[in-house]
């Protein structure tokens, strides 16, 4: 059958029409007589009642067409142009709708200012030529890096910092300021000349001496919390008496803790810890220990004990502030990584990936990078024919390399999970004239204590600060107040140190 529709009105049928079969017409003596072609729809030559039905639907459709748009009011083919010519009339004669108005960008005129804070890796050429959206010249940046670089380091940029730059209307920097901490303010602004001048204010604090005491319960940090102090205390607490005690192993519950600290205000806001003057710790495994900070005349401050015997030694107690030996130095260690008896040239101290690594005694670093199994690492070569080495680092301190000089207790890594490695961890090793040596069997010499010719000053200095250390009570009770230091001080002492 044909397939036939009707759509608005439209009539379309399916079919195909061919002239390339020919029926042969025959006469009643069953004679051909003359080919014509024959209508076919769907390929097949329709039979002569499927041809009248074909019709009769045509003539259906034809009628149902004459319906819609002749006979039915409204629909005449007549109406529906007048229809049309009345629309078109009316839209001529009708006004032109009113165009409406795109409200102009504002054009940007006089002063804009740029704030934020410098994010973490950021300089400040980066902030200031378009990650911070101030887009200067590189002429313009070049002028303000010029003008702050006499009165603060850039290399002390800071991720968290705040900053302000004020830019003028053709592109040139009118005013900036960098808050570096709660003291110290870098300011830049054009003088009467026009050139760009840099200042560096700083906020006058007071030093304030306090006393603090306790008791270990579960650990030195909960015990100077619950003493009203900052945790950071406990980073100076440590690092006094780093070279004696292994605060990690060797703290015990009933331990006891004095300390006598220099605080600094800025109004009624504590800022920071700056110094410890003097520090007890008396323990059952590690023992008593006290340090009295002091200055010998033309020396630089440091620690000794009642006595006038240096607190510091040829090599700290540990590399690590906190660590716990996880492995240590075995020549017929079975080995974690490659199954099979190897030996265990060090001490392994596990730790959390990041933790700071100090330098063990003061000296020269011989090799800082990748060194296959030992993953990345560092040597220092030390006196008295000792060298250390540091493995399965991190990542390392970027402005140290390989001819620096460090002094104990210097940070020169991050410990990591590098080479071959069964967990985080810092292998600690130890060669005395080329051959290894277990560090823990090793016996530190001192450092040279107050000279005969001092001894006299130093107990004369120090003997007011062993009576006050002695007097402070080891409860954990609120700290006591002592009479203060100097008033004011410069912010930017370097024994002053954040918490």
Same mark, same amino acid.
């Given at each position: 059958?044909?397939?036939?529709? $009707? ?30 072609? @024959? ?7 329709? $039979? ?17 067409? =004459?319906? *819609? ?13 007048? +229809? ?12 032109? /709708? ?5 409200? /102009? ?8 200012? @740029?704030?934020?804070?410098?994010? +973490? ?51 040139? *920097?009118?005013?900036?300021?960098? *808050? ?23 906020? %006058? ?38 070279? &004696?005690? &292994?605060?990690?192993? &060797? ?9 006598? *600290? ?14 410890? =003057? %003097? ?6 495994? /590690? ?60 001490? &392994? ?36 024919? =000792? ?12 402005? =140290? +390399? ?8 210097? #940070? ?24 290894? #040596? ?9 450092? /040279? ?51």
């Amino acid at each position: 059958m044909p397939e036939v529709f $009707a759509a608005g009105g439209v009539v379309v049928v399916v079919g195909t029409f061919t002239d390339r079969r020919m029926v042969d017409k025959r006469s009643p003596s069953g004679k051909k007589t003359a080919r014509r072609p @024959v209508l076919e729809l769907g390929g097949k030559a329709p $039979a002569r009642r499927g041809t009248v039905r074909l019709f009769f639907m045509l003539g259906v459709l034809v009628l149902v067409n =004459l319906y *819609v748009f002749v006979w039915r009011d409204g629909t005449s083919i007549g109406a529906v142009r007048a +229809k049309a010519q009345s629309i078109g009339t009316v839209a001529l004669d009708a006004p032109p /709708a009113p165009i409406p108005e795109v409200a /102009a960008a504002p054009v940007e005129s006089g002063p804009r200012t @740029v704030a934020g804070k410098v994010a +973490k890796g950021e300089s400040l050429g980066k902030i200031l030529r378009g990650s911070a959206g101030a887009d200067l010249s590189a002429a313009a940046a070049d002028e303000l890096i010029r003008a702050v670089g006499p009165v603060f380091d850039l290399r002390g940029l800071r991720d968290g910092q705040a900053y302000t730059i004020v830019i003028g209307e053709r592109g040139e *920097v009118e005013r900036f300021e960098l *808050v570096v901490s709660k003291t110290v303010t870098i300011r830049v602004e054009r003088g009467e000349d026009g050139a760009l001048v840099g200042t560096k204010d700083e906020a %006058a604090t007071r030093i304030e001496t306090a006393a603090v005491g306790g008791a270990i319960a579960s650990s030195l940090y909960a015990s100077v919390k619950a003493a009203g102090e900052d945790g950071a205390l406990v980073n100076f607490f440590v690092d006094v008496f780093a070279y &004696d005690i &292994d605060f990690y192993n &060797d703290t015990r519950e009933g331990d006891t803790f004095r300390v006598i *600290v220099e605080k600094e205000y800025k109004d009624q806001e504590f800022l920071r810890y700056r110094r410890i =003057l %003097a520090a007890e710790y008396s323990g059952k495994t /590690a023992g008593t220990f006290r340090a009295f900070y002091w200055q010998p005349t033309g020396k630089p401050g440091r620690y000794y004990d009642e006595t006038g015997a240096s607190v510091e030694k040829s090599m700290l107690k540990t590399p690590l502030k906190f660590a716990r030996v996880s492995s240590s130095f075995n020549p017929k260690r079975m080995h974690p990584v490659l199954h099979r008896v190897k030996g265990h040239f060090g001490t &392994d101290f596990a730790c959390p990936v990041g933790t700071p690594v100090w330098a063990a005694a003061d000296g020269v670093i011989t090799q800082r990078g990748p060194a296959g199994g030992a993953g990345n690492m560092i040597t220092i070569r030390h006196d008295n024919g =000792l060298v250390t080495l540091y493995m399965h680092l991190s990542k390392f301190i970027p402005t =140290l +390399k390989v001819g620096d000089r460090v002094a104990a207790k210097t #940070v020169i890594a991050y410990s990591g999970n590098t080479g071959l490695s069964s967990g985080p961890h810092l292998h600690f090793g130890v060669k005395k004239n080329g051959v290894y #040596v277990d560090f823990q069997s090793l016996k530190p010499t001192r450092a /040279a204590g107050v000279s005969k010719g001092d001894l006299t000053r130093f107990r004369a200095d120090t003997g007011t600060l062993v009576e006050q250390l002695a007097a402070i009570a080891t409860a954990p009770t609120a700290p006591t107040g002592i009479p203060t230091g100097p008033a004011t001080t410069a912010a930017g002492d370097p024994a002053a140190i954040a918490p």
